[in-house]
Nanobody, 122 residues
Framework: QVQLVESGGGLVQSGGSLRLSCAASGRSFTDYAMGWFRQPPGKEREFVGG????????RYTDSVKGRFTISRDNAKNTVALQMNSLKPEDTGVYYC???????????????WGRGTQVTVSS
């Protein structure tokens, strides 16, 4: 079992920045690739980005490339999502997830946090 807790969400103006953090506990953190997803209001959960077990490889959905960055600290069992140049369409509940691979589908992840709300005002 892995427990994941997100933090760092909030309200920010368009063009601003937020840094989300996900803290993991339980089984060895390095056994899992990590992903970030978001769920906009009234929509399905969607992939934002992910990183490998070492953190050396990352991937992002096209809409956030160049604006969002995932970093991982295996010594602290944390993964972060740095979000810059935020847009109103980035609004949603952001979730971190752990799984065998940092794919783009929710079904590829075994453990999920409860999420943190990000609201970007125009």
């Amino acid at each position: 079992q892995v427990q994941l807790v997100e933090s760092g969400g909030g309200l920010v103006q368009s063009g601003g920045s937020l840094r989300l953090s996900c803290a993991a506990s339980g089984r060895s953190f390095t056994d899992y690739a990590m992903g970030w997803f978001r769920q906009p209001p009234g929509k399905e959960r969607e992939f934002v980005g992910g990183c490998s077990r070492s953190g050396g490889s990352t991937r992002y959905t096209d809409s956030v490339k160049g604006r969002f960055t995932i970093s991982r600290d295996n010594a602290k069992n944390t993964v972060a999502l740095q979000m810059n140049s935020l847009k109103p369409e980035d609004t949603g509940v952001y979730y971190c997830a752990a799984g065998p691979y940092y794919g783009g589908n929710v079904d590829q992840y075994d453990y999920w946090g409860r999420g943190t709300q990000v609201t970007v005002s125009s």
